[in-house]
C-alpha cells in the first residue's frame, strides 16, 4: 500500500555568506496510514524544525533542499506548482509553526482568524465560514461569545487554541505540531496535550509532535524518532525506545527523565562536549565527542541507521 507520506534521504543546508550548514542529513522517514501518531524529539538545533517545513515544501532561502524527496500519497511534493502546493498545505498536511501563537494578527479576532483559513481555500460564504469558525473555536475550548476577541486578550494557552483551530480548520490527513506547547506552563501545557491527543483520535488525524521534551510523549504518541545534529540516531515504537533505550544520546535523555533532579529544561538543553573534545571528520559519528562509549571505529566511519531488534533503528557502532 502507497505510505500516506514519505520523506527519503531528505537533505536541507543553509547557506550564509560561503558558510553552509547542513540542517538536515538523509533523513527518511514514513507515515504509513491515518492515525500514525510520531515524536520528533531531539535538542535545539538538531534539525526538528527544519523537517517540519521539509514536509510542507516550506524550505526558504537561505535554506535549500540538496536532495531527496516527499512523496504525499504517492506524488511528490517539492516539485508542485505553488497552485497545486495551495491545495497541499492546510487541506493535507497543516502545521502548527513553532511559536505561531506569538505572531497572530494583532487586528485580527480569533474569528477572523479561522475565518481567513475557510476563504482562502474553500468556496464557502462568509457567513457559513463565520458559523464553521465558531463551531471549530468553541471544539478548541473557545467560547463562541469569546471568538471576536483579539490576541492580546487571550492567554497563552487560548492563542495557541486558535493556531491549532486554523490547523484543523480544512480537516488535514496530516497535523505537524512544531513545540506547541514550549511557551506554556506546566497545567496549560497539559490541557493543550489532551486537546491534541482529542483531536487527532477524533479526526483520525495521524500527528508528528515535535519536541525538545521527550518527556511529553507518552500518551501523546506510539512512535518516535530521535534527532541529533541534523540525522536520525534512534527510531521505533516509543514504549520500546523509552523502556530500553540504545542509543547513547537516547539513552542520555531518558535517564535525565528518570532522574529525579531531573528539570523540564535541562532535557532540551545541548550535551556538553566531553573534556577530551577532538575535531572530528566529516565521516565520524557526530556525537563521538559526548558519548561515553566512543571507540576508534566511531572516530572514522559514519554510523548508518539500521535495524536492530522489531521496529526499531539505531544509528550506533554498538549494535552493528
Ligand atoms: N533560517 C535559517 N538560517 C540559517 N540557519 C538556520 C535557519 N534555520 C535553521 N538553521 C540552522 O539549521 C539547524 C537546525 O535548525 P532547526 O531545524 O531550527 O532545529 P530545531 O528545530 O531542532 O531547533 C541549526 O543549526 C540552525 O542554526
Ligand atoms: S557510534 Fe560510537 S560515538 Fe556514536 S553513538 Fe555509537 S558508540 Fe557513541
Ligand atoms: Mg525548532
Known amino acids: 500500500m502507497t505510505p500516506l507520506l514519505n520523506i527519503s534521504d531528505l537533505t536541507v543546508q543553509y547557506r550564509l555568506r560561503k558558510r553552509a550548514t547542513v540542517a538536515m542529513d538523509g533523513v527518511s522517514l514514513e507515515i504509513p496510514v491515518s492515525g500514525y501518531t510520531v515524536g520528533v524529539v531531539g535538542e535545539s538545533g538538531s534539525g526538528k524544525t527544519t523537517l517540519g517545513m521539509g514536509i510542507m515544501n516550506m524550505i526558504e532561502k537561505p535554506g535549500e533542499v540538496v536532495s531527496g524527496s516527499v512523496l504525499f500519497q504517492g506524488k511528490e511534493v517539492l516539485g508542485l506548482s505553488d497552485e497545486m502546493l495551495r491545495g497541499y498545505r492546510w487541506q493535507q498536511v497543516a502545521m502548527v509553526y513553532q511559536s505561531a501563537m506569538n505572531s497572530l494578527n494583532p487586528l485580527s479576532s480569533?474569528?477572523?482568524?479561522?475565518?481567513?483559513?475557510f476563504l482562502e481555500h474553500t468556496q464557502m460564504s462568509k457567513a457559513e465560514a463565520s458559523q464553521e469558525a465558531i463551531r471549530l473555536l468553541s471544539e478548541?475550548?473557545?467560547?463562541?461569545?469569546?471568538?471576536?476577541?483579539?490576541?492580546?486578550?487571550?492567554?497563552?494557552?487560548?492563542?495557541?487554541?486558535?493556531?491549532?483551530?486554523?490547523?484543523?480548520?480544512?480537516k488535514p490527513?496530516?497535523?505537524?505540531?512544531d513545540e506547541p506547547t514550549s511557551a506554556l506552563d506546566v497545567v496549560v501545557q497539559k490541557q493543550i496535550l489532551r486537546l491534541l491527543k482529542r483531536e487527532v483520535a477524533k479526526n483520525g488525524l495521524?500527528?508528528?509532535?515535535?519536541?525538545h521534551e521527550i518527556a511529553l510523549l507518552p500518551g501523546l504518541v506510539d512512535n518516535v524518532v530521535v534527532m541529533y545534529k541534523g540525522q536520525i540516531v534512534e527510531q521505533g515504537p516509543l514504549a520500546t525506545v523509552i523502556y530500553?533505550?540504545?542509543?547513547?544520546?537516547?539513552?542520555?535523555?531518558?535517564?535525565?527523565?528518570?532522574?529525579m533532579d531531573s528539570t523540564r529544561e535541562s532535557l532540551g538543553k545541548k550535551v556538553p562536549e566531553s573534556d577530551d573534545f577532538v575535531a572530528l571528520g566529516a565521516d565520524a559519528c557526530k556525537f563521538t565527542n559526548r558519548c561515553k562509549y566512543a571507540f576508534e571505529r566511531c572516530r572514522v566511519e559514519k554510523p548508518l541507521l539500521l535495524q536492530t531488534d522489531g521496529d526499531?533503528?539505531?544509528?550506533?557502532?554498538?549494535?552493528n
Open 312 to 319: 526499531r533503528l539505531v544509528a550506533c557502532h554498538k549494535y
Open 206 to 211: 495521524s500527528l508528528i509532535f515535535i519536541t
Open 244 to 259: 530500553s533505550p540504545k542509543h547513547p544520546y537516547t539513552e542520555m535523555l531518558v535517564n535525565s527523565l528518570l532522574s
Open 173 to 177: 490527513k496530516i497535523l505537524i505540531a
Open 110 to 117: 480569533a474569528l477572523d482568524h479561522v475565518v481567513e483559513v
Open 140 to 170: 478548541v475550548g473557545i467560547r463562541p461569545e469569546r471568538a471576536r476577541s483579539f490576541p492580546h486578550e487571550f492567554s497563552g494557552g487560548m492563542r495557541q487554541r486558535i493556531v491549532i483551530a486554523m490547523a484543523l480548520a480544512l
